[in-house]
């Protein structure tokens, strides 16, 4: 069982919006804000989408944006493409001992 | 462009000590402002950090895998290392090496990963 919980699997039309939420606890997601979220294509290594829990690194389009609340995380795809079919991880910091603990995943589906 | 690329047998029996380097390219593993780490996933499940070694040779590990793990770093080569004891089917994984950078609190950059898989 992994320490955040992710939902299995989210799914949208070309053009609309998901969020994905990403739940932990105070030792992890709410007690930093330093979530992150990778996207995983199949076959290929995760690529960091969003880090401190809501800037984007130098490429990824601004259609990826992250919030948080409390011990949940978001990541929300607005104007969803077909390239965005993956599988995407939330990632907590969780103090100097653990380090970071991952989501389980959750699969995006682009109908 | 940093890149990092993991190296190793794909097959190791079990009760052995499964054995991976990452050489890095385009950085420096010397540089103090990130942490090296080791994460795996499993086919078809999640992602899992392992550990991470600082350039000075100070590490950490994950709590349920910190018995069996040894992270080391060698900085003549740019290349740090993982070393998993006393191996079991279960530990058959996809292996990433990838950099920690503590200023973003991310991963930004990852190998290609490697399949290593334990078996008789």
């Known amino acids: 069982q992994s320490a955040l919980t992710q939902p299995r699997s989210v799914s949208g039309s070309p053009g609309q919006s998901v969020t994905i939420s990403c739940t932990g606890t105070?030792?992890?997601?709410?007690?930093?804000?330093?979530v992150s979220w990778y996207q995983q294509h199949p076959g290929k290594a995760p690529k960091l989408m969003i880090y401190?829990?809501?800037k984007r690194p130098s490429g990824v389009p601004d259609r990826f944006s992250g919030s948080k609340s409390g011990n949940t995380a978001s990541l929300t795809i607005s104007g969803l493409q077909a390239e965005d079919e993956a599988d995407y991880y939330c990632?907590?910091?969780?103090?100097?001992?653990?380090?970071?603990?991952f989501g389980g995943g959750t699969k995006l589906t682009v109908l | 462009q940093v890149q990092l690329q993991e190296s190793g047998p794909g097959l190791v029996k079990p009760s052995e000590t499964l054995s991976l380097t990452c050489t890095v390219s385009?950085?420096?593993?010397?540089?103090?402002?990130?942490?090296w780490s080791w994460i795996r996933q499993p086919p078809g499940k999640g992602l899992e950090w392992i550990g991470y070694i600082y350039y000075s040779g100070s590490t950490n590990y994950n709590p349920s895998l910190k018995s069996r793990v040894t992270i080391s770093v060698d900085t003549s080569k740019n290349q740090f290392s993982l070393k998993l004891s006393s191996v079991t089917a279960a530990d058959t994984a996809v292996y990433y090496c990838a950099r920690w950078w503590p200023a973003g609190a991310g991963f930004d950059y990852w190998g290609q990963g490697t399949l290593v898989t334990v078996s008789s």
């Open positions: 105070s030792s992890d997601v709410g007690g930093y804000n330093y």
């Open positions: 385009g950085g420096s593993v010397s540089s103090g402002s990130y942490y």
């Open positions: 401190d829990v809501s």
């Open positions: 990632c907590s910091y969780a103090g100097s001992y653990t380090l970071v603990v």
